[in-house]
Structures are given as structure tokens and as C-alpha cells.
């Protein structure tokens, strides 16, 4: 088994999904503040101007690379567009330039967590659910790895939770996507030996999606769980979280496929 160990002071190529704002824009800022002049990042959201300012705070942080962004909505994307972004922003670099081909899957949605279980009988809500967060998470992730074959070191990040495996009233779509996402990259790391797979849980963080949570749960104790933790001030930063997760990739200290949250 190599080295999960990731060091991120080279010519790297990075896409991140969710950019445009919460957890993911600030690993997007984060991730790439050592790459090496000669990497590429690219940024996809549907928020151009989200977007835009990701890639702002990037350059002011590393001028020496590019950052291509893409507005595109991951619920219905093709993989002809899939490709067509990845190959557009190499702008004919062979992917052998490349020490590092890097992804994180980031992109989530909270589905409709008015309703409960019991009453998940919409067959279109359950496809959109999982159309943004498994379907077009798979497709992007086989684009890009069939694309950087021929790279050397290959990282494939996805963004996890801990409703992967534990039941949370009113987030059925959520916890149902997430344990299905998680077992695909699960699967991903035992059939492909040359790649470091994560599955990295962020903890509770203030972000748009807790606050969404917060306010429509039909499940009190869970608007009264995430309501308790900003009263207390003990949700987490995108920064901590952030933090947290770079130094567990520097560190290298997990097996391919394991599920690595922030409170291990
Ligand atoms: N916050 C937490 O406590 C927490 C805990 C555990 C795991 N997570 C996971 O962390 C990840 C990020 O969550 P977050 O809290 O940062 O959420 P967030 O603030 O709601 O951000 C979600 C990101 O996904 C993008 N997105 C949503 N729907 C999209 C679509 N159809 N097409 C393209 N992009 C889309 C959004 O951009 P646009 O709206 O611009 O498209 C945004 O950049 C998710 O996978 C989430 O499940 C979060």
C-alpha cells in the first residue's frame, strides 16, 4: 500500500466542487495557497459571482497560478460538459505536467427536510436529491480520473458526514446520499490501489446549509441541536474544519477509502 501522505507544494491540478461559498470555498482557498507556479484550479458552482470571489482570494494568496471557474449546476450536468470543462481548463497542458491531479467532491444539498421518512413518496424528489449529490458526483469523479490516468500522485476527496452513518430525523435524503456516496468512494479506494481516497467529515459548521437545517427541520430536537451549538459558539469555522482537514492529508495518517472526521 503507497503513502496516503499528500504533499501539496507542487504543480498541481485541482477542481473542487461547491466553491462558491461555505466549507468548500475555504478548502479551495486553503488547498492551494502552496501550489507551484504551472497549476491549474478550477472552481465549480452555479454562483458566478461566488464563484469569482473564491478566485479572487486564491490569486491574492498565489498569483502564480490559474484559476478557471465554471458556473454550472451539478444536478443536471452531463458528462460531455463534465469533460468539456476539465479539458478546456487544462488549455492543451499534458496531464503528465502535473505532480498532483487532485479532486474534491464538496457539493451537497440538505434536501427537503420538512418531510419525513414516512412520507418520501416523490419519486422526482428523491432523483434530483440524488442526482446532485451521488449521480453527477460519480460521473465527475470517473471524467476526472480517466482524464489524469497517466498522472502520477492522485487524490480524490469526498466531502462526508457523520449522517453517513448515523439516522438524523428529518434529513432522510440526506443521510441516505451521504452513506451512499461515501460507500462508492469506499469501493473506488479497494479497486484502485495507485489513488488516495478521503472521506472527510467537516464536523457541524456555520455555514448556509446548518442554517437552512436550523430553520426548516420539521424535527425539533435537531433545529434545537444546531440552534444549541451557535448559541454556544461550539460549531466549527470553515477555517477550523479546514485546517483539520489539511493537516490529515500532510499527515498522511489514514488508509485509502477511510472515513476521517474532524473530531478523530
Ligand atoms: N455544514 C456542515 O455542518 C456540514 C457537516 C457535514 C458535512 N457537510 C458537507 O460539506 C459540504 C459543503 O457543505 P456547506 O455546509 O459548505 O454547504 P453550503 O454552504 O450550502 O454550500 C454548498 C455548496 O454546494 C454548491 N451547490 C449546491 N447545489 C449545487 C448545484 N446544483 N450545482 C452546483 N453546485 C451546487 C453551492 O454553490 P451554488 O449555490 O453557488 O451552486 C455551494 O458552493 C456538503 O457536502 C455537506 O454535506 C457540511
Not at 211 to 236: C, H, K, P
Request: glycine share 6%; proline share 2%.
Amino acid at each position: 500500500m503507497g503513502s496516503t501522505e499528500v504533499n501539496l507544494d507542487q504543480v498541481a491540478y485541482f477542481l473542487i466542487t461547491g466553491a462558491s461559498r461555505g466549507i468548500g470555498q475555504r478548502m479551495a482557498i486553503e488547498t492551494t495557497r502552496k501550489f507551484k507556479p504551472g497549476s491549474i484550479v478550477v472552481l465549480l458552482a452555479r454562483s458566478a459571482s461566488g464563484l469569482e470571489s473564491t478566485r479572487k482570494e486564491i490569486l491574492d494568496s498565489n498569483p502564480h497560478i490559474s484559476v478557471v471557474t465554471s458556473s454550472v449546476d451539478l444536478n443536471n450536468a452531463s458528462k460531455l460538459l463534465l469533460e468539456d470543462i476539465i479539458e478546456k481548463s487544462l488549455a492543451k497542458t499534458p496531464v503528465t505536467n502535473f505532480q498532483l491531479a487532485a479532486i474534491i467532491h464538496n457539493v451537497g444539498t440538505i434536501g427537503n427536510v420538512e418531510r419525513k421518512a414516512i412520507d418520501m413518496s416523490d419519486r422526482q424528489e428523491w432523483e434530483e436529491y440524488f442526482a446532485t449529490n451521488l449521480f453527477t458526483v460519480g460521473v465527475l469523479n470517473s471524467c476526472f480520473l480517466n482524464k489524469f490516468r497517466e498522472c502520477a500522485k492522485k487524490l480524490v476527496v469526498n466531502i462526508t458526514s457523520k449522517a453517513c452513518a448515523v439516522p438524523f430525523k428529518s434529513m432522510g435524503y440526506y443521510c441516505a446520499g451521504k452513506a451512499a456516496r461515501e460507500m462508492y468512494f469506499k469501493v473506488l479506494a479497494d479497486e484502485e490501489s495507485d489513488l488516495v481516497v478521503l472521506n472527510y467529515s467537516p464536523g457541524p459548521v456555520d455555514t448556509d446549509m446548518t442554517v437552512d437545517i436550523q430553520g426548516r427541520s420539521n424535527a425539533e430536537e435537531i433545529r434545537n441541536y444546531f440552534q444549541g451549538l451557535r448559541e454556544t459558539t461550539t460549531m466549527l469555522t470553515t477555517q477550523q474544519t479546514t485546517a483539520k482537514f489539511l493537516s490529515i492529508l500532510e499527515a498522511g495518517q489514514f488508509k485509502s477509502g477511510d472515513h476521517v472526521d474532524y473530531y478523530d
